[in-house]
């Protein structure tokens, strides 16, 4: 491994890991580069605008590789592969991968191994670790990097590991994975359990009919749509119900990488649009909301470069981060009554955004939410806002604000004072 590289990827400068793995990597059989290329791959897409980056290089060839190179090469210097061991190194790439089949094989062919470490490897997988939590993935890659994390513990019997788990478990907790709901126990017993409920929620709760894949809650009252059969679809009407239940929800990357999906309707009982539900769905231009929906989680057109118009309906009382990321082409949004806030980084750099309509009931204008709208020349905000935070009409040139109140009442707002656009009183 090219000690350069070794050292920008803990430094997080992930855009100079790929330019060198790249030029390295042709060549060379080294599953190390590869697999360092997966890491700096699949980093922050948002912040490093890689989302049109795809791996070249076949995963499994890599692990293998990674196995047979492991043979030869007992070399100080620190990587995935050597310092975790054939077998945890499975683990944990299936688990980044978001690869249940591939870690519940795994699992029942290896089990827990035993291993030992010195201790500055030790303190190389905690430096791995605490930046795999840091990551902005979905939520059953962290469950299995929890487990992954577990069989490492008992792999080693290592103190410090087992610390790493604990702060971990805040972040499942935080985001409500399925583990988040069990108590964390450090013992083969806590893994084979998980591991099983794992199976369980994938086989016996997943049903196909047609083009989608649907997930059903325990009770089998309600369902999600969680994948759609045939990436090549081009026009999709979500249904109302699949076999009796309703169809609330789409689940994270339902639709992701449909490149031919052009139009949505949602079906009328979605309430949630799950984490990049139509992550790169590129020809998409035309998306009908149902009458129920009320959440759209992070990320959730990321990569949609054709859409140019979105309505966020009244019912809607929530968006999360970052939900039209990579929408080059967006030129109008226009945002419901049911929203109290707009997020952070909601609409920024949409340099073709002309028009926005905000709802009577915005409360907040976070921070950088409008940020570099450059062809956004004008704006009505509320009587309702009470904060507009630092940075949330940064580079919008062209922007001139109409407030709905007197100037007395545009004072009170928090944050009024340090917007230096022109601003005009509709009292």
Not at 256 to 282: P, Q, T
Not at 338 to 355: D, M, T
Request: glycine content about 6%.
């Amino acid at each position: 491994m090219n000690k350069e590289i070794l050292d920008l990827f803990y430094k997080g400068e992930y855009d100079k890991v790929i330019v060198l793995v790249k030029k390295e990597i042709r060549n060379s059989d080294d599953a190390d580069l590869m697999y360092y290329y997966f890491l700096a791959e699949n980093g922050d897409y948002s912040n490093m605008n890689m989302s049109n980056i795809h791996s070249e290089v076949n995963f499994n060839l890599a692990i293998e590789l990674g196995n047979e190179y492991q043979k030869y090469s007992y070399q100080a210097e620190f990587n995935f592969f050597r310092t975790v061991g054939n077998i945890i190194g499975k683990y944990f790439c299936y688990a980044i991968r978001d690869d249940f089949d591939g870690f519940g094989r795994a699992y029942k062919e290896y089990g827990i191994p035993k291993l030992l470490f010195d201790d500055e490897s030790i303190e190389r997988i905690i430096v791995g670790l605490n930046y795999f939590i840091k990551k902005d993935m979905k939520n059953r890659s962290y469950d299995l990097l929890m487990l992954s994390i577990v069989i490492l513990s008992l792999a080693t019997n290592n103190s410090k590991i087992s610390k790493t788990t604990l702060e971990l478990q805040k972040v499942l907790n935080d985001k409500g994975t399925i583990l988040s709901s069990y108590s964390l126990v450090i013992d083969e017993a806590y893994v084979n359990k998980l591991v099983r409920l794992y199976d369980n929620y994938e086989k016996n709760l997943v049903f196909d009919q047609g083009d989608f894949k649907y997930l059903t809650n325990k009770d089998k009252t309600k369902c999600a749509l969680i994948k759609v059969n045939d990436l090549s679809i081009k026009n999709v009407i979500i249904p109302p119900t699949y076999s009796g239940m309703p169809v609330v929800a789409i689940g994270e990357e339902a639709f992701s990488k449909c490149s031919s999906l052009r139009k949505v309707i949602l079906g009328e009982n979605v309430e949630v649009v799950g984490e990049y539900a139509f992550w790169d769905c590129l020809a998409l231009n035309e998306i009908l909301p149902s009458n129920r929906l009320k959440s759209i989680k992070k990320s959730a057109f990321t990569g949609c470069n054709r859409l140019e118009e979105f309505f966020i309906p009244n019912t809607v009382v929530e968006i999360e981060d970052g939900i039209f990321t990579g929408c080059n082409n967006l030129k109008k949004i226009s945002i419901g009554n049911g929203l109290r806030v707009i997020p952070k980084y909601a609409f920024s750099n949409r340099r073709k955004l002309e028009n926005v309509t905000i709802g009577n009931h915005i409360e907040v204008i976070s921070s950088r939410s409008f940020a570099n709208c450059t062809m956004l020349t004008g704006i009505s905000i509320p009587k309702s806002v009470r904060v507009i935070e630092d940075g949330a009409f940064d580079g919008c040139k062209k922007l001139e604000i109409i407030y709905e109140g007197s100037q007395a009442e545009w004072k009170k707002i928090k944050g009024s004072d340090k917007i230096e656009l022109e601003v005009y009183f509709g009292e």
